[in-house]
Nanobody, 121 residues
Framework: QVQLVESGGGLVQAGGSLRLSCVAS????????MGWYRQAPGKQRELVAT???????DYADSVKGRFTISRDNAKNTVYLQMNSLKPEDTAIYYC???????????????WGQGTQVTVSS
């Protein structure tokens, strides 16, 4: 069983910063890509940022220049530094990990339970 546990969400004023963390634990052979997604009330879940094991990154246009994703492969941990937060960033943020649970190399997706980020105006 693979578990992802997020932390770091909360309430912040517009223009402020938050740092999200997500730790993957359990029986997994290798984690490849990791990322963050978010879902605002009444909206579909959307990609925020992803990072490969080789540290290649990709961002949604709406967060480019404000958010930074990073990871520590040795700790199976991914981070999301969020600066210049806006009210429209308010959402539940979900951690995602994509990897191989066993040496059969079957790709699987794992999700955290989500952490609430609220940005007040």
């Amino acid at each position: 069983q693979v578990q992802l546990v997020e932390s770091g969400g909360g309430l912040v004023q517009a223009g402020g910063s938050l740092r999200l963390s997500c730790v993957a634990s359990g029986s997994i052979f290798r984690i490849n890509a990791m990322g963050w997604y978010r879902q605002a009330p009444g909206k579909q879940r959307e990609l925020v940022a992803t990072i490969t094991r080789e540290y290649n990154t990709d961002y949604a246009d709406s967060v480019k220049g404000r958010f930074t994703i990073s990871r520590d492969n040795a700790k199976n941990t991914v981070y999301l530094q969020m600066n210049s937060l806006k009210p429209e960033d308010t959402a539940i943020y979900y951690c995602n990990a994509r990897g191989w649970r066993t040496t059969l190399l079957i790709t699987e997706d794992y999700w955290g339970q989500g952490t609430q980020v609220t940005v007040s105006s």
